[in-house]
């Protein structure tokens, strides 16, 4: 069974630029989430989908991200204009519907230089 | 709100060492607790998880209980071998928060041959 897919692995930007993340998640699972992780820090929920719908988005900065998740099933996250304090790891992990277990994709290591 | 607080690391170990972990949790009523283990390079995976009180959880040599009286879910193993370096995240999920994990900051294990 294929995991969760994210792409690019990393991602180089100024400050100010915008930038996307992809996030394939594991097939029939219909939850999907997008994690910040910053270094030394453990990850941050930023936006949970159920299919197409968002749970919870209680903690995306909506001024500078946001998410899409068409179709219920890929995802993309996009952040403009970027800020310093962007960089980090962005997860993306998915589940069954009502099943506790998530399971995380390799991530998107983003530095904002 | 609910929150996970780990041991600080790095923990630095030799081969066939034992190993502790502490984690505490705060959280109202019964969350389900996590181990996460996030290998370099690699995206997080469970590790074991345990969904009521005195449950056990058990994965790869790795045990952890849930002990609701002291709220915490302490991560052991026998004897850690090299392969077992990584970052180890602590992790809850309440009942009635639509299945965010909340991470602790992580822990780094070395393991020294």
């Known amino acids: 069974e294929a995991g969760v897919a994210q792409s690019p692995r990393y991602k180089i930007i100024e400050k100010r630029q915008s930038v996307a993340f992809w996030c394939n998640p594991i097939s029939g699972h219909a939850t999907l989430y997008w994690y910040q992780q910053i270094l030394g820090q453990g990850p941050k929920l930023l936006i949970q989908f159920q299919n197409n719908g968002v749970v919870d988005d209680s903690q995306l900065p909506k001024d500078r991200f946001s998410a899409e998740r068409l179709k219920g099933v890929d995802s993309t996250l996009k952040i403009q204009p970027a800020k310093l304090e962007d960089s980090a790891v962005y997860l993306c992990?998915?589940?069954?519907?009502?099943?506790?277990?998530?399971?995380f994709g390799a991530g998107t290591r983003l530095s904002v230089l | 709100g609910d929150s996970v607080t780990q041991m600080e690391g790095p923990v630095t170990l030799s081969e066939e060492a034992f190993l502790t972990i502490n984690c505490t949790y705060t959280?109202?009523?019964?969350?389900?607790l996590f181990w996460y283990v996030q290998y370099p390079g690699e995206g997080l995976q469970l590790l074991l998880k345990a969904t009521k009180a005195d449950d056990k959880g058990s994965n790869k040599g790795f045990e952890a209980t849930y002990r609701k009286e002291t709220t915490s879910f302490h991560l052991e193993k026998g004897s850690v071998q090299v392969s077992d370096s990584a970052v180890y995240f602590c992790?809850?999920?309440?009942?009635?928060?639509?299945?965010?994990?909340?991470f602790g900051q992580g822990t780094t294990l070395q393991v020294k041959p």
């Open positions: 959280a109202t009523g019964y969350p389900s």
């Open positions: 992990a998915s589940s069954l519907a009502g099943e506790g277990i998530q399971y």
């Open positions: 992790a809850l999920i309440h009942s009635s928060n639509t299945g965010k994990l909340i």
